[in-house]
């Protein structure tokens, strides 16, 4: 079952909405639906590239640029669901005092090492191989911390259902699109039969912090890097498809 996150369509619900406490929750449970409707909407196109066989036969068959769609939506609901899945996992255990340390002493991403452009104009003038290796080297880089991740809030005593089931659904996503990903660089770049990363979830558990607070650290940052690399995927992908239409220019990437 899909776990679709909340949209603004829930602010109509609210414009006539009664006061009391079953109107609320009535209200709620509207919102909900809602929220489901569109987003089944949105959903309507999987980016599910493995068959029977394990291989990726069902987005081999799609056409290039509709691919590259397929692709693009998969990384905005990633990004979406990243954004509201930190924001639900400092409210309910990371403290404002907290929050503003590490906003003034920064944080040191996983992906920090890789040669990931920061500039609009160097990635401007970069090729559509390396924006799209790049964004291949992204999202590989963050299957395993979110599998990480998801072990480890299991160890929470109040981790909310709602956040572990958007990291579980982050985390399968993510193995989708890059699915997707190796098939698109085979058919933009007539690259060879790349294979998908394989990892072993046993062989993350036996780093886990040795108490809580570390935990909550560790965890607010993988969180708040990820959210940050899933918008610059989103972005790659974006830029991507721009070239590929007639406009003169994607400076706005």
């Known amino acids: 079952m899909h776990l679709y996150p909340r949209t603004v369509i829930c602010a109509f619900a609210k414009l006539s909405a009664p006061t009391s406490e079953n109107a609320r929750g009535l209200q709620s449970c509207v919102c909900t639906l809602l929220s489901a409707l569109c987003w089944g ?3 309507a196109l999987p980016l599910d590239c493995k068959d029977e066989s ?13 691919l590259l769609d397929r692709v ?3 990384a905005e609901l990633i990004y979406r669901v990243s954004e509201e899945s ?4 400092e409210d309910m255990f990371v403290p404002f005092s907290m929050r503003t340390v590490r906003n003034q002493a920064g944080s040191t991403c996983i992906t920090k090492p890789f040669p ?5 104009s160097e990635i401007q003038q970069t090729s559509d191989k390396w924006l799209l290796h790049s964004v291949l080297l992204l999202v590989q880089s963050w299957i395993e911390p979110l599998i990480y991740l998801q072990t480890t809030l299991n160890h929470y005593d109040n981790a909310p259902d709602t956040l572990i089931n958007k990291t579980k659904w982050v985390s399968e996503k993510l193995l989708s699109l890059e699915q997707g990903l190796l098939v698109l660089i085979r058919k933009m770049l007539n690259e060879g ?13 036996s780093d886990l912090p040795p108490n809580m607070l570390d935990s ?10 990820f959210k940050k690399d899933a918008h610059k995927i989103e972005t790659f992908l974006k830029l991507l498809k721009c070239r590929q239409s007639d ?4 400076l706005v990437y």
């Open 54 to 66: 394990g291989g990726s036969a069902h987005c081999a068959s799609i056409p290039q640029e509709k």
């Open 216 to 225: 909550i650290l560790r965890d607010y940052n993988l969180l708040t890097c």
């Open 86 to 89: 930190c924001s639900l996992f």
């Open 41 to 43: 909407t949105v959903l």
């Open 72 to 74: 693009i939506q998969h």
């Open 116 to 120: 990931i452009l920061a500039s609009k």
């Open 193 to 205: 039969m790349l294979m998908p990363s394989v990892y072993e979830p046993s062989l993350l558990q």
């Open 247 to 250: 406009k003169l220019s994607c």
